[in-house]
């Protein structure tokens, strides 16, 4: 079992940038590769970003490519979205999610998930 905990959501104005971070714990995190989805009210949870189990490899959705930047650090078992220059599109509940080595962007291919942290971005 590998288990998450998202941090660091809030409300915030367009344009500023805020950071999500996922602390995890239980199997050896750096077997796992590491995604960030998202759910907005009334729409299906949608794929933002995912690393790699040694962050040789990144990917990201268009929405958010150029303005976010997902990064971990395996000493520490923890991975971080910074996100910049925030949209209120992005207004969204964040999920860290797990899943042994291979990086993918479907989320049904994950086996571990976060309880989620709330973003809200104001206009």
């Known amino acids: 079992q590998v288990q998450l905990v998202e941090s660091g959501g809030g409300l915030v104005q367009a344009g500023v940038s805020l950071r999500l971070s996922c602390a995890a714990s239980?199997?050896?995190?750096?077997?796992?590769?590491m995604g960030w989805f998202r759910q907005a009210p009334g729409k299906e949870r949608e794929f933002v970003a995912a690393?790699?189990?040694?962050?040789?490899?990144?990917v990201y959705a268009d929405s958010v490519k150029g303005r976010f930047t997902i990064s971990r650090d395996n000493a520490e078992n923890m991975v971080n979205l910074q996100m910049n220059s925030l949209k209120p599109e992005d207004t969204a509940v964040y999920y860290c999610?797990?899943?042994?080595?291979?990086?993918?962007?479907?989320?049904?291919?994950?086996?571990?998930w976060g309880q989620g942290t709330q973003v809200t971005v104001s206009s």
């Open positions: 690393i790699s189990w040694n962050g040789g490899s990144t």
């Open positions: 999610a797990a899943r042994y080595f291979l990086l993918v962007r479907d989320s049904g291919q994950y086996n571990y």
């Open positions: 239980g199997r050896t995190f750096s077997n796992y590769a």
